[in-house]
């Protein structure tokens, strides 16, 4: 048995998923958790790590043919001949994931004076300095570089430069 990267319909992850653990095989379908500026708000979003990729643990001569007819499949990579992805990969995905199949992404750390780039909000592609780190729940201050001016903002939202 050897871990496979299975490609799916669109937003077909965790229904594929579900089928293929009906059937006892191992699937690992990683998942993201982050913070997202959407109609003028922020908010959490948790969406699949691969778009329209898991892996499952199978041996290909006895299963192949039952993935590919699964609803919401649409090929095991490699097509006819397979392509094995090696566990230090798996092991690498699933030594970061939390809370089941969750990857968490945290801010940042910054230090006063880095240089940062906004990757979204209605700051977005802004470059700014960082300042300092402020009240509340991951919020930082920084002087954008554009009109010299200071700014709160969420430091999910930030990467050093």
């Known amino acids: 048995m050897s871990w496979y990267t299975i490609y799916t319909k669109h937003r077909h992850e965790d229904f594929v998923a579900s089928r293929l653990q ?13 913070r997202k ?21 199978f041996d290909k001569d006895k299963y192949s043919h039952l ?20 566990d230090e ?7 970061r994931m939390e809370d089941g199949n969750i990857i ?7 230090e006063k004076g880095d240089r940062v780039l906004i990757k979204d909000g209605p700051f977005k592609d802004f470059y700014g300095i960082f300042e ?13 570089d554009a009109i010299y001016y200071r700014l709160e903002i969420d430091g999910y939202f930030l990467r050093k430069m």
């Open 67 to 86: 993935i590919t007819y699964t609803r919401g499949v649409r090929y095991i990579v490699g097509k006819g001949n397979p392509i094995v992805v090696h």
């Open 104 to 110: 968490v992404i945290k801010p940042q750390r910054f």
């Open 89 to 95: 990969i798996i092991n690498t995905i699933r030594d």
């Open 132 to 144: 300092r780190e402020v009240k509340g729940p991951e919020r930082v201050m920084i002087l954008l």
């Open 22 to 34: 009906d059937i006892r095989l191992e699937v690992l379908n990683p998942r993201l958790k982050h």
């Open 37 to 57: 500026y959407q109609r003028n708000k922020i908010i959490e979003v948790v969406e699949p790590l691969f778009p329209c990729y898991l892996f499952a643990n």
